[in-house]
């Protein structure tokens, strides 16, 4: 990989190169815990419960205590990393991370237990777009930043396919020890970070106001998206919260546009790239996290598949997003990003819409092999989106576009689990829920295939 330097002489060289690839070291590792977490869990609940007692509801916190706080915190996240600079604010992520996975390793009490995953999401928001401005950072030309961008995806792509075993194999030990596998890695990112170069500072007053509302809004929407997977879309408490993130997203709009240094600036918005990324952000998660939440039910419940083999008919969606994400970057380059984008976005619109109209006799070796359809997505989306929506915003703003992206991929999340939820809360319609769903999410990432056409590589102007 060809690291760009700021100095011409050797000496000044070897210097650029450490500080690049102890930086893309780092972001790797803190996208890899980030992930992990998110999906390590699921599988350890049982001893979790057999060990500190709790409820269904304390152990549902476990893993939505975790995500709550990571998507509504994405926004202040990246405006903030931009305002202390991205090595500090990655620094003091992965540090209260790490601490937060000793309390959650130690937890004495199943109450205790989700507070520490609670800060463990907190710390997760704030590594998620400070990582990806490490990389904006340490990789100023645009061909290199690409195929960083290509090996930092590895991180999270790795995560996901490993995550459950590695977390059935530590539960062999302990299940705390799902937890505490995060604090050599959290340590070994602070000794690779301890080597890159300071970050700049975007030196404008924070956002308070706009800070405040886009908590709020968030945090409405995924609690309503959470709870409607249990109580139902017309339960009160989620009509409630889906109010309040109505309301706390207008008056989050009327901040940013009345406010002298917004947390997210509306110029950001007036790049048609930035625009068409974050839209396929959305959309990519809708498809990509949305079919294994409606095929899951639907194989276990309809199907009679226990939850091993529910989980070994998706292996070959995971895995072949794990082994094609090394070669995006190359691909990239070769056929661009554009081409990618759409071929990506192309290939889950048409595995969806096949998924959406078998017969309910189809086999599940032929559901599985048109889930790899979707698994496409993986490599041929999310890296090409991210390399250009990083080269589309100067420096100074990084941090607050990757909260912007990293926000709609979970609003496309929560919303697809509690718009498919609703569809599927009738055991009696289960399949016709499950065909509706795969329809609609084909249908949200056909019109996100032809806004991509439009997609024009840009090079953003550094600004302060």
Not at 427 to 455: C, K
């Amino acid at each position: 990989m060809t690291i760009p330097i700021t100095d011409s002489s050797p000496r000044g060289a070897s210097e650029g190169a450490r500080h690049a690839i102890s930086a893309l070291a780092a972001a790797v590792l803190g996208f890899f815990v980030v992930t992990l977490d998110a999906v390590i869990v699921n599988v350890t609940l049982p001893s979790i419960r057999a060990d500190l007692g709790g409820g269904v509801s304390g152990l549902q916190w476990l893993v939505d205590g975790y995500t709550l706080m990571f998507a509504a915190l994405l926004l202040t996240a990246g405006s903030l990393t931009d305002r202390v600079g991205a090595r500090r604010a990655f620094g003091g992520g992965v540090t209260l991370f790490v601490l937060a996975s000793a309390a959650c390793g130690f937890a004495p009490t199943a109450g205790f237990l989700v507070g520490a995953r609670f800060v463990q999401g907190v710390a997760a928001a704030v590594m998620m777009p400070s990582s990806m401005a490490l990389i904006r950072q340490a990789f100023p030309e645009p061909v290199a930043r690409g195929r960083a961008v290509a090996v930092w995806a590895m991180g999270g792509a790795v995560a996901s396919s490993a995550g459950p075993v590695l977390g059935g194999v530590l539960n062999l030990l302990d299940w705390r020890w799902i937890f505490f596998v995060n604090l050599p890695v959290g340590v070994v990112a602070l000794v690779l970070l301890a080597r890159v170069a300071p970050s700049p500072r975007r030196l404008v007053p924070f956002d308070y106001a706009g800070q405040a509302a886009g908590i709020v809004a968030m945090g409405g929407l995924t609690y309503g998206a959470i709870e409607a997977g249990s109580a139902g879309l017309a339960s009160s408490r989620v009509l409630a919260a889906f109010v309040v993130a109505v309301l706390g997203l207008a008056v989050f709009v009327l901040v940013q546009k009345r406010t002298a240094h917004p947390m997210v600036p509306p110029a950001l918005f007036r790049s048609r790239t930035v625009v068409i990324t974050v839209v396929t952000g959305f959309a990519f998660m809708v498809g990509y996290y949305g079919l294994p939440f409606v095929l899951s039910l639907y194989l276990q419940q309809n199907r009679g598949l226990s939850a091993l083999a529910t989980g070994v008919a998706f292996l070959p969606m995971m895995l072949i997003g794990a082994a094609l994400t090394p070669f995006s970057a190359r691909l990239a380059e070769r056929l661009g990003r554009r081409s990618l984008i759409v071929a990506g976005l192309g290939a889950m619109t048409l595995g969806l819409v096949a998924l959406g109209v078998l017969p309910a006799s189809a086999p599940v070796w032929l559901l599985s092999v048109l889930m790899v359809l979707v698994g496409l997505g993986g490599p041929l989306v999310a890296p090409p989106a991210t390399a250009l929506l990083l080269d589309a915003v100067p420096g100074s703003l990084t941090g607050v576009a990757s909260g912007v992206f990293n926000t709609s991929r979970q609003l496309g999340g929560a919303l697809a689990v509690a718009v498919f939820g609703a569809l599927l809360a009738n055991p009696a319609t289960l399949t016709r829920g499950v065909h509706a769903s795969l329809l609609l999410a084909a249908a949200v990432l056909m019109l996100t295939t032809v806004a991509a056409l439009r997609l024009r590589p840009e090079l953003a102007k550094e600004s302060r």
